[in-house]
């Protein structure tokens, strides 16, 4: 782990440890722009959140991405690989209104998420959004199929304005050629590289601890370099 002390790896892994995804995202975010100030994270673009989350990601454990998806029409398990040098332009951090056909809309933040997590019903939980995002709510269609054909417009205009919001990837099962968009969540799988390196150190405490009475102060003082040798000993 290059851009990542260990001390606050563990720190921030317990403070994510039993919070909600978005939160955890959240105090990813905090780790990967320190110079934003931490109560201004949850009200910026969620394209800007996962643009910084990557720059953390290459930063710490390189640009190369494994990661799988299962077939939605047969299950099948599809491994895929991704490089960030692939993915859209990092976005400039815009927090610019998007207009779809006169109507100004926001663009969807972490707040605007978490808004929606008891939201069992998809379809609702998107005209919910519409309605957040929108700066003024009342000037939207009353009519249902008008307020669809708003909904898919904007959501077209989110992702040309900010491919980042979400990062889709297009699959094709190599069992039953069934053709899919897979949406790619960077920060679910961040923290899960994450979760298991703490995991991982949290192992390596526990065995210099044990061998050698040392603190956990003192083994995350040590560099990795000197741990990992010291582990060598231990295990040897
Ligand atoms: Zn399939």
Redesign the pocket.
Known sequence: MLAIRPERLLSVWEQGARRHPIDRALLLYALAAPEQPADRLADMPIGARNAALMALRRASFGGHLASWVD?P????RMEFALDAADLPPMPVASTDPIVVAGHRFLRPTSRHLAALVNADDPEAAARQLLRDCAESADGLPRDEAALAELLEAAEAAIEAADPWADLSLAIA?P????EAEASFDIASYLWEELDSHARRLLDDIHALASAYGWTEPAILALSDARRAAYLDRVRA
């Open positions: 077939c029409a047969c299950g099948e099962c069992v039953c050629a069934h």
